[in-house]
């Protein structure tokens, strides 16, 4: 192949490609001709030249001798904003024909093979010489992941999100040391995840595969990590004091595993951390402990429901004043809840029911009112509210926190809160009317541990994205928008990629506003403070 540092360096797709006698190489409109019709896009061959030919889903870039080379292919409806190229599902394939792009960098199909399915073909390792970014999302695929792919070392993007690829992780992607974004989540992968090196990754998602094994200490090098989200799999062992060298780590999520405790203390050191997320993991009887999460002051969720915790809740997470969604449900807390809790002035999510918690509700009426009913307090016997504190008038007929009275209120001055009688299976009943998907996993003990999903559809996520997650009532949903615009003169699309030869370094400037974060009512940002590591 040959190489693409030959050409300038701004990409300009058939909108902006000047009429100065500038044409497409006719070896790469032949090859773009194929692609398209294998995807059945036949139209295209009417296109005298590919590259004015005024459709989005294809960037080129000229040469010296102002000859346009393909560097990008887009395909699917990734939303209704996009005018990509579709594709027919029943009959498309990928075409050899992409080997004789000698330029592409940029491959991406969305949902294009989905009730034709095929597996990943190994021709793709071909383009090693300058593929950046591949993404095969949604599409259907079958199959492992080709070894071949180890030979894209120019690669920053994999990803191959919901698919259906089994067998185990391949260790030649151990070679794509450029990596910065690694997705394979949402396939049906087995075996155990590989102590590779990925000394630049931001991104790895490995979560809604068949995983098994322990969590590997080798991730603790992993120093420009943002985002790591192993969960939903099958992995078990405690979670490695290693951890504490993700120092520029954002999310961590590994919920919905079978991993043990204790929690680590090494959790307190990584002082990036804003969303931490352990729900669903039997932890043997193990307690949070007092200055566990001290170090965490950027923190804004934590999700430890479902994990066998008891004793009681310290009074340090009250500390915790970035805190928007605090999740301890299902356990076996015992005790009161904490009066520092009273200093959560962002709190906006609390489920604290299905404990064994007692004595009087510390919260303002303030405090109530503005979380409503994503405050869950039901199934605490002993947990009730002082009459003289005006907690009560926070409520109205239609809210229901299941708690009462700490004492008999006197003759005339009586508002009465009712019991909660819905149990934890009635609960799950009404949730899941709004649930696509649930899922039991197996080292799980109570029907309240179920996973649902948004319906929704996904958004396109890449190394750069600001993470954001989406509180609602029956699960916390989380989605990489785009919100930051590049520092170098590059076009960018809806779905929020780059030219990454160009802008190899994530940007530093204020984040801007995402039409994608208005369209999908975001109702938190977790905003990256990112190290140069």
């Not at 000229?62 to 579709?86: E, I, M, Y």
């Not at 356990?331 to 520092?340: D, E, M, R």
């Not at 999903?453 to 928008?481: E, F, G, M």
Request: net charge positive; aromatic share 6%.
């Amino acid at each position: 192949m040959s190489d693409s540092s030959a050409l300038v360096d701004t990409p300009q797709t058939g909108f902006s490609a000047n009429s100065n006698g500038a044409r497409t190489d006719s070896r790469e409109q032949e090859a773009v001709y194929d692609i398209m019709r294998a995807t059945g896009n036949s139209w295209a061959t009417d296109i005298p030249d590919v590259c004015r030919g005024r459709w989005h889903g294809i960037e080129c870039m000229p040469d010296k001798d102002n000859v346009f080379h393909v560097v990008s292919l887009s395909f699917g409806a990734l939303s209704d904003d996009t005018a990509f190229p579709t594709c027919d599902p029943t009959q498309s394939i990928i075409s050899p024909s992409i080997t004789k792009l000698p330029h592409i960098r940029t491959l991406f199909f969305y949902r294009c093979f989905s009730d034709n399915p095929q597996p990943i073909p190994n021709f793709l390792g071909q383009l090693g010489p300058t593929l950046q970014t591949l993404v095969l999302r949604e599409n259907g695929h079958v199959g492992p992941i080709p070894n071949e792919l180890g030979n894209l070392t120019r690669l920053k993007v994999l990803d191959l999100h919901k698919n259906n690829l089994n067998r185990s992780i391949p260790v030649s992607l151990g070679r794509l040391t450029g990596l910065r974004s690694l997705d394979l989540s949402g396939n049906k992968l087995t075996g155990s995840i590989p102590a590779l090196s990925f000394p630049v990754l931001n991104v790895l998602d490995l979560n809604q595969n068949h995983l098994l094994g322990s969590i590997p200490s080798t991730l603790g090098s992993f120093q420009n990590l943002i985002k790591l989200d192993l969960s939903r799999n099958r992995l078990s062992g405690p979670i490695p004091n290693s951890i504490d060298g993700l120092k520029n780590l954002i999310l961590l999520d590994l919920s919905y595993n079978c991993l043990s405790g204790p929690l680590p203390i090494s959790l307190k050191t990584m002082n990036s951390l804003q969303a931490l997320v352990l729900k669903g993991n039997p932890m043997d009887s193990t307690t949070i402990p007092n200055d566990g999460f001290d170090g965490l002051k950027d923190l804004m969720i934590l999700a430890l429901s479902d994990m066998n915790l008891n004793g009681k809740i310290p009074d340090s997470l009250g500390r915790l004043t970035n805190l928007r969604v605090l999740h301890l449900d299902g356990n076996h807390l015992n005790g009161s809840i904490p009066a520092s809790f009273r200093d959560l002035n962002n709190l906006s999510e609390l489920r604290l029911n299905n404990n064994w918690l007692t004595g009087p509700v510390p919260f303002r009426r303030e405090m109530v009112w503005r979380m409503r009913r994503k405050l869950r307090l039901y199934n605490n016997s002993g947990l009730c509210y002082d009459v003289n504190d005006g907690f009560a008038d926070s409520f109205d007929s239609s809210f229901d926190l299941g708690i009462v009275y700490c004492e008999t209120p006197k003759p005339g001055s009586a508002r009465t809160v009712q019991h909660l009688s819905a149990s934890i299976e009635d609960m799950d009943r009404s949730l899941n009317k709004s649930s696509s998907v649930i899922t039991k996993f197996h080292c799980l003990r109570k029907s309240s541990l179920l996973s649902r999903r948004s319906k929704a559809a996904p958004l396109y996520r890449d190394h750069q994205d600001v993470l954001l997650a989406v509180p609602s009532n029956d699960t916390i949903t989380w989605k990489l928008v785009p919100t930051f615009q590049p520092r170098c003169p590059v076009s960018r699309s809806e779905r929020g990629d780059y030219n990454l030869e160009t802008c190899p370094d994530l940007p530093k400037q204020a984040p801007l506003k995402s039409r994608l974060a208005q369209r999908e009512n975001i109702k938190l940002t977790l905003r990256p403070r990112l190290g140069t590591g």
